[in-house]
């Protein structure tokens, strides 16, 4: 069962057959998630236009906002704890040194997401350099006791170029333009990547079944 209740499993289940069907509900909830993506665009704004200014606390408190996130997006691509840990500790460094150069205060999230990318790709090329002997990644059930997100649970049996989609859709709620412009992939290509990721989760939820 992996941890997952019943009522959560038929909850994501209804959740993602929605999505792949395109009921009347998915755009009302696409209008509620643009509410809640331009609510927290203007407050973060706010609060990057001040840290940009040198105000430590304005930048510490963008950080407490994101670092969730941050680990989200970490851990779908590196799928290990103490990496992602790194990964999000290198990024808020990489932010805090270099916020004055970020041209456009509304793009904090991209340009942010884009750096922790670049972390975590840089350490998966360190890797690479190593034989790790087809060691597997674990996941304790510790991190899913810090990560309580039950849909993310199920990111672990979704293959990375599609977990690290979904993760940037649902988790960070970056539009499919913004994705496209963080990853270099093509709007068409983000859609489908969104859309097997979503078939790959249900497979995953209708398999524990």
């Known amino acids: 069962m992996n941890g997952h209740s019943k009522e959560s499993r038929v909850r994501l289940i209804h959740m993602v057959t929605v999505y792949l069907r395109g009921t009347v509900w998915l755009s009302e909830h696409d209008v509620l998630r643009q509410e809640r993506i331009e609510k927290r665009s203007f ?13 430590t606390d304005a930048f510490l408190e963008l950080m407490t906002q994101n670092t969730q996130i941050l680990y989200k997006t970490a851990w779908s ?15 808020i460094l990489t932010c805090f040194e270099k916020i004055n150069t970020l041209r456009k205060p509304g793009a904090f999230r991209t340009w942010m997401i884009r750096i922790l990318l670049n972390h975590c790709y840089n350490i998966l090329r360190d890797q690479a350099h190593f034989d790790r002997s087809g060691e597997v990644p ?8 810090a990560e309580p997100d039950s849909f993310q649970e199920l990111l672990q049996d979704v293959e990375e170029k599609y977990s690290t989609i979904l993760t940037l859709y649902y988790a960070d709620e970056l539009t499919v333009c913004e994705i496209a412009e963080l990853t270099g992939l093509n709007q068409n290509t983000v859609k489908t990547r969104l859309k097997r990721g979503r078939e790959m989760v249900r497979r995953s939820l209708i398999h524990e079944e």
């Not at 590196?78 to 500790?89: F, G, K, P, Y």
């Not at 674990?138 to 006791?145: K, N, V």
């Open 43 to 55: 407050i973060l704004e706010h609060l990057v236009k001040r840290a940009m200014k040198g105000d």
């Open 77 to 91: 691509v590196l799928r290990n704890n103490e990496d992602a840990a790194d990964a999000v500790s290198e990024t």
């Open 138 to 145: 674990d996941f304790p059930g510790s991190m899913w006791e």
